[in-house]
Every structure is written in C-alpha cells, then in structure tokens.
C-alpha cells in the first residue's frame, strides 16, 4: 500500500489535524481512522436504504 503522505494533500492534511484537534483524538492516525469510519457508516447506511 502506497503511504498515506505520498496521496494525501496539505488541505487534507490540514483537515484531518483540525478534526483531530476537534475531537480529541491522540493521533492524525487516530483521527484519519475516526473519519474514515464515520464516513463509511453514512456511505453504508445510504447504501441500504436505497436497497
């Protein structure tokens, strides 16, 4: 797997600090998995509701 610095932009960068800041996260890794999760849990649930 390609490391995440070599494919993530500043301004992405920038936001994943920011939400982890914003949510006490301990980590950028920690924040990135947070986002990550939360995003594929709205993508699933509108996946089955178009179901």
Known sequence: MTSLSTVVKTEHAEFI??????TACDSKREALMTIIDSFKKQYDQ???EKA
């Open 46 to 48: 509108a996946k089955n």
């Open 17 to 22: 600090e920011r939400f982890g800041r914003e």
